[in-house]
């Protein structure tokens, strides 16, 4: 009709407006995807936006002064769709003596931001000194397996990502707020990367049966410089369109426990 406005295309954010992260710390510029304006029933607020897709990418921010001294820094990580449009900014919230005697056996918590500056999730890990085995996971696991819960908002527990008992194989439990056991993630017997080595490992989702797949979190070779340099990891995720999204937020807290177990520390 004439003289009637045409409605403008919704376009990707080009950098962060207003982002909060920590003082003195910037984000990697980028394009960022606009947060929902419509609440979803069921959907805690600010994590809309999973229930459109069924991958992620996770990119960890490289630190250069980690790079040079292997004094671990606190972690950053771009979340991104499979556009490579950034969905939120994670970043990591840890005490220097942690980090510095405990290495990635430290205790973190992480605030998920999305692009507006609001904290959206927080993941968060406690310390254990024993944990980490995986033949004693399961028979304390109060003592002896790692745990990383996920809340949305901060303070609403949504899942846990917790380190259940194998013999060789990484292997862990995706639970619910009941901690209801819901899928199980194995990995491979090796898991070893390095600058030379350069398959994807997969550490794959399965159902309670643990014979169907469900998904996968995938960690990507980066290249050379960034393997052999640096304790950046790349990651990807996939699954189903229609999961829960709270289940969705409860892998990418698996994929942090996943990179801290295997994939930080610098003597590897």
């Known amino acids: 009709m004439a003289g009637q406005q045409q409605p403008m295309q919704q376009q990707p954010v080009m950098q962060q407006p207003g982002v909060a992260p920590p003082p003195g710390e910037k984000t990697v510029p980028g394009q960022w995807v606009e947060p929902a304006q419509q609440a979803i029933a069921g959907c805690p607020p600010g994590l809309e936006y999973l229930t459109q897709i069924d991958q992620l990418i996770i990119h960890q921010q490289i630190e250069l002064f980690e790079a040079f001294t292997d004094i671990q820094m606190n972690n950053k990580y771009a979340i991104k769709n499979s556009m490579g449009q950034q969905i939120f900014?994670?970043?990591?919230?840890?005490?220097?003596?942690?980090?510095?005697?405990?290495?990635?056996?430290?205790?973190?918590?992480?605030?998920?931001?999305?692009n507006a500056g609001h904290e959206v999730m927080r993941m968060r890990r406690e310390f254990k000194c024993c944990a980490g085995c995986c033949w004693c996971a399961s028979a304390c696991r109060d003592g002896c397996a790692f745990e990383v819960y996920v809340e949305s908002p901060p303070g609403q527990l949504i899942g846990m990502a917790i380190q259940s008992g194998s013999k060789w194989k990484p292997h862990y439990e995706i639970m619910n707020a009941n901690g209801e056991s819901i899928f199980h993630l194995w990995g491979p017997c090796c898991v070893w990367n390095g600058a030379c080595c350069t398959c994807d490992v997969d550490f794959n989702v399965y159902g309670t049966d643990q014979q169907t797949e469900i998904g996968k979190i995938t960690r990507n070779y980066?290249?050379?410089?960034?393997?052999?340099?640096?304790?950046?990891?790349?990651?990807?995720?996939?699954?189903?369109?229609?999961?829960?999204?709270?289940?969705?937020?409860t892998l990418m807290g698996a994929m942090i426990l996943v990179d801290f177990m295997f994939y930080e520390n610098p003597n590897q």
């Open 222 to 249: 980066a290249g050379f410089a960034r393997e052999f340099f640096t304790q950046a990891n790349h990651f990807s995720m996939s699954f189903p369109m229609d999961l829960d999204v709270k289940l969705k937020a």
């Open 89 to 114: 900014f994670a970043y990591e919230s840890s005490e220097f003596c942690m980090r510095f005697c405990c290495g990635p056996n430290r205790s973190f918590t992480f605030h998920v931001l999305d």
